[in-house]
């Protein structure tokens, strides 16, 4: 019987809601497939913040470190900048724990409406990977008469064939992977970004030419944002830098219709570190306590998580009774157009899934 040690970080507004949800799912998964969930929660986000000025304990990596993933829910609130909350806590343990992929996937369910017209269920299914710990999030930079009028402020971007190659390689094999339409395509912006963009297109084509049964593609990131929407069935996987993969896996979770159903995870393919699956749909405080968040996308991330740590039927078996859930279309929570509360969803599931 396996056993693993999972590190929760409920953080902010409706994660505190869709991570115990989460945690529900996986109490169902040991009882159905024999394995063990020893969870470690830990209170860091805001809350931390506001009684200590940082989000997190100095030690946090050293906590992190010998858990065998980490389930996040999110972390945000709007009396913290985003830049605080983003560096203080997210992207010290992507780059910590070397998560340099972020998979993004996106797929419009049958029983869910896209916005776009004439898009019905199974139209769309691509998923993004996001180079995670280098390019236009580096944070390499600074100000010169800081806070004064005259004020100036230097942000590089940061693009290395290491970085490059490794999250190229890695959109290659999911294509492979995945076997639908075994294609990838390459965001670039190479037409005004002479350097780093440049690698990166040098990159994409040195490593393409290894896989001569995956069809590429390589979009500017407008052009790429145009053909969501135009052709958004067109694509399979989609790879970009950090800045770009951000933007466009967000116009793709609402292309399949709701933030509230997208997953994600930050992986280090190596498996040197714990890898930290997350919904990406924020901290959400202007619903945040009243039971009206989405558990979907969180319970979607926990069946990646579990592809991870070598379950892949108990991940199926999660991903197949959220798909009849959505089928059905009985339980919908207010993102979806229903009046459904959080837990009435995740008892939907669990009702399928044991």
Partial sequence: MPTFKIATIAGDGIGQEVIPEAKRILDAIEKKFGATFQFQDFDWGADYYFRHGRMCPSDFLDQLRAVD?????????????????????????RRGFDQFVNVRPAVLYRGVQSPLALRRGEHID???????????YSQVGGFVYHEQPDEVAIQTSVFTRRGTER???????LARKRNKK???????????????MVLWDRTFAAVAAEYPDIETESLLVDAAAMNFIRRPESFDVVV????????????SAILVGSMGLAPSANIDPRRR??????????????IAGKSMANP?????SVAM?????????????????????????????PDLGGTSKTGEVTDGVLSRLT
């Fill in 182 to 196: 075994k294609r990838v395509t390459s965001v670039t912006k190479s037409n005004a970004q002479g350097y780093g």
């Fill in 296 to 300: 979907l996308a969180a319970i979607f």
């Fill in 126 to 136: 691509m998923a993004v990977v996001r180079e995670n710990t280098e390019g236009e």
């Fill in 240 to 251: 970009a830098s950090n800045l770009f993969g951000d933007i466009l896996s967000d116009i």
């Fill in 69 to 93: 993933a980490i389930l996040l829910g999110a972390i945000g609130h709007p009396r913290i900048p985003d830049h605080v909350t983003l560096n203080g806590l997210l992207l010290p343990i």
């Fill in 305 to 333: 998580m579990l592809e991870h740590l070598g379950m892949p039927e108990a991940a199926e078996a999660v991903n197949a009774a959220v798909v009849s859930v959505l089928a059905a279309g009985k339980l919908r929570t």
């Fill in 273 to 286: 570190f714990p890898s930290m699956f997350e919904p990406v749909h924020g901290s959400a405080p202007d």
């Fill in 167 to 173: 999250v190229v390689r890695y959109a290659f094999e």
